[in-house]
């Protein structure tokens, strides 16, 4: 009778413990979108190369963090011997407006954070408990407006990648979870100075018309001169990549 007790704790004790590590991977499945095949991790992939920037799921430091706006990314990471490092970087696509064979341009440029910018962003993420906080699709009432900003965090730590995405959080109304994420983009823009660092760009593109954020087009004002010189400029382009 004693042997037979103590088996069935035996079994008793395995199906608690199996039950709570489906728990567990059923929670990490719940936080993070299932990702590889999803249009923003593709679109995400895809001008992530474009610009250069590190794939985030493949990364080989201690913690790694990347946020994306409409028009900036922001990325920083701890390696292997503790050094911490970030940089912002911005980017347009040209937008060809005469009737011309599209170009398919990318102009990006990348700044460095400083230590006291990196440092006062994962004292963030950590207090926030960023973290917790599962993409959208898995929190109730979050409403997914036809037109939105997107921003997506990604983040890895010992070989754990995830993926998550929030439309508008500044437009959801009473979530708290859309509150924490709208102060800690807000907070991160700020200690990262995104607007002065944004203006610094716009000066360097080398584009006559570019779209931001995939919808909005902008074109700067030129003189007749200077409009011939774009004008060269993307023929050449055109021609070099044998594009009309």
């Known amino acids: 009778m004693k042997n037979l007790n103590m088996k069935n704790l035996f079994i008793l004790f395995t199906l608690i413990f199996s039950l709570n590590v489906y728990a567990q991977v059923d929670i990490q499945t719940k936080l993070c979108l299932e990702g590889d095949s999803s249009f923003w991790y593709i679109w995400s992939k895809n001008l992530g190369k474009k610009i250069e920037l590190n794939n985030v799921k493949n990364s080989q430091n201690k913690r790694t963090y990347r946020l994306w706006t409409d028009k900036q990314v922001i990325d920083v990471w701890i390696d292997k ?4 490092y970030g940089k912002i970087t911005n980017w347009v696509e040209e937008c060809n407006i005469y009737g011309e064979t599209p170009s398919n341009r990318i102009f990006y440029f ?3 954070l400083n230590l006291n910018q990196i440092e006062k962003i994962f004292t963030l993420i950590d207090s926030l408990k960023i973290d917790n906080i599962p993409d959208y699709t898995y929190i109730e009432n979050w409403t997914d407006l036809d037109d939105y900003t997107l921003y997506i965090i990604e983040n890895s730590n010992n070989n754990s990648y995830c993926f998550r995405t929030y439309p508008s959080p500044e437009s959801q109304i009473d979530l708290k979870e859309a509150k924490t994420i709208q102060l800690f983009i807000y907070k991160t823009l700020e200690i990262i100075h995104a607007n002065v660092v ?6 360097r593109i ?9 919808t909005r087009v902008t074109c700067k004002p030129l003189s007749p001169k200077e409009r011939k010189k774009y004008k060269r400029e993307r023929k050449k382009y055109l021609r070099k990549h044998k594009l009309n």
């Open 81 to 84: 011997n503790d050094k911490k």
């Open 198 to 203: 944004w203006a610094d760009y716009k000066t």
């Open 110 to 112: 990348s700044y460095d």
């Open 206 to 214: 080398p584009f006559e018309c570019y779209v931001i954020g995939g």
